[in-house]
């Protein structure tokens, strides 16, 4: 049954509201998939802070220009488009989508919104790429500490001579 006005009204404000909430946004091809498959899909989303929505590109259009993305939204294929939207930081939702993507033949990724600006398909697997902040952080702190390590290990070096030393000795006198 098609939609009345009120309705993709409702819609349209809606993927407003949702893309100026979200930090990314990936735009998929979900022809295909089935029914359990997307339902998988969204319960991983659901549970890192994301979400998936489907929507026409019409609406889309309608909904990018009020927001300020300057993206032509018909040169997208199909009728209709998968939204997958990422709240957080890390960018959990284009690393689940793209690992998705790999698995599943029929998902394909047409590419992504990040701050405002259109990205291809091959950009947002590079995203999907990038260690997260966790990651990031311990490689800092190792690069922090590697220095002090190496200069601790020199000192404790000299020590451990001297104590090898001492022991060759003892054990000579023992033997003499």
């Known amino acids: 049954m098609p939609k009345s006005k009120n309705q993709k009204e409702l819609a349209v404000k809606t993927l ?12 998929t091809d979900f022809k295909g998939l089935k029914v359990k498959d997307i339902t998988k899909l969204r319960r991983e989303l659901s549970n890192n802070n994301a979400e998936c929505a489907v929507m026409k590109k019409t609406m889309m259009a309608l909904a990018f220009k009020e927001v300020g993305i300057n993206f032509d939204v018909k040169a997208l294929p199909g ?16 690393k689940i989508i793209t690992k998705f993507a790999k698995t599943n033949s029929n998902m394909a990724l047409l590419g992504g919104i990040w701050e405002k ?15 997260s902040r966790e990651e990031l952080l311990a490689k800092l702190v190792g690069t922090i500490q590697a220095p002090i390590s190496c200069f601790v290990n020199v000192l404790a070096g000299n020590l451990r001579g001297l104590v090898q030393v001492i022991n060759a000795y003892k054990d000579k006198k023992a033997t003499a």
């Open 16 to 27: 407003v509201d949702t893309l100026k909430e979200s930090k990314m946004v990936v735009l």
């Open 117 to 131: 600006a259109f990205i291809s398909a091959n950009e947002v697997k590079v995203l999907a790429t990038l260690p």
């Open 79 to 94: 009728a209709i488009i998968g939204l997958n939207f990422d709240f957080g930081d890390n960018l959990d939702a284009v």
